[in-house]
């Protein structure tokens, strides 16, 4: 009887033991497995924090371009506008009295064009040097007059032209000139620079 009690207790004891062990082996993995599932947490998080480090913000706010349109600046003056008028002669033959592109004289080429701009002159090249005001030969701009003394030993004014260029110091006009018509000569031609008298500026 005492050999089958103590077989018992030994039994009872055994299988304490072995439910403990069980526990304790099953405690043990769960916690490896928590201890190994915070560890791979900490390393994702830790990923996750240096790939944001190394990512640079972009701005979807639209850029604005700072383009600036400027349309072409057209240059139209009263002067330009004599100038071309005076153009659509050129090539003229001269005539003596003429305001028409059948002929033209040199006074003539001056009132007509000037006309067309509504500002009237006189007729003859001597009266038109009366009008507007003088300037120096070195201040001339397109448009301005020109007068002449083409008389053999005269300085009476006989002839005018209008200034077409000017650039350093180089002046050109057009006029009407009594062998060729219509056309567009240099101040630096010796004729003409010996025949200047005066200039004149109208507009």
């Known amino acids: 009887m005492k050999k089958i009690a103590l077989l018992l207790l030994l039994t009872i004891t055994f299988s304490s033991c072995k439910s403990s062990m069980e526990t304790m082996t099953s405690t043990s993995k769960t916690a490896s497995r928590l201890g190994s599932k915070k560890s791979t947490d900490k390393f ?97 701009t397109k448009g301005d007059l020109l007068f002449f003394a083409t008389r053999k030993n005269s300085r009476t004014i006989s002839h005018v032209g209008i200034v077409t260029t000017v650039r350093d110091g180089f002046v050109e006009f057009i006029h009407a000139s009594t062998t060729n018509g219509v056309i567009v000569s240099s101040m630096t031609e010796k004729y003409w620079h010996s025949a200047f008298i005066q200039a004149r500026r109208i507009i």
Do not use: W
């Not at 071309?84 to 006074?107: E, I, L, N, P, Q």
């Open 44 to 140: 994702a998080n830790n990923k996750i924090e240096s790939l944001n480090s190394e990512l640079t913000a972009v701005s979807l706010t639209p850029t604005h371009l700072n383009i600036i349109s400027e349309t072409p600046k057209i240059i139209n003056t009263a002067a330009d506008r004599i100038v071309d008028y005076a153009f659509a002669f050129d090539g003229v033959k001269y005539k003596r009295g003429g305001t028409t592109k059948d002929g033209m004289d040199c006074s003539g080429l001056v009132v007509t064009t000037f006309d067309s701009e509504n500002i009237a002159l006189p007729r003859v090249s001597r009266d038109i040097a009366r009008t507007g005001s003088s300037i120096d030969l070195k201040q001339v």
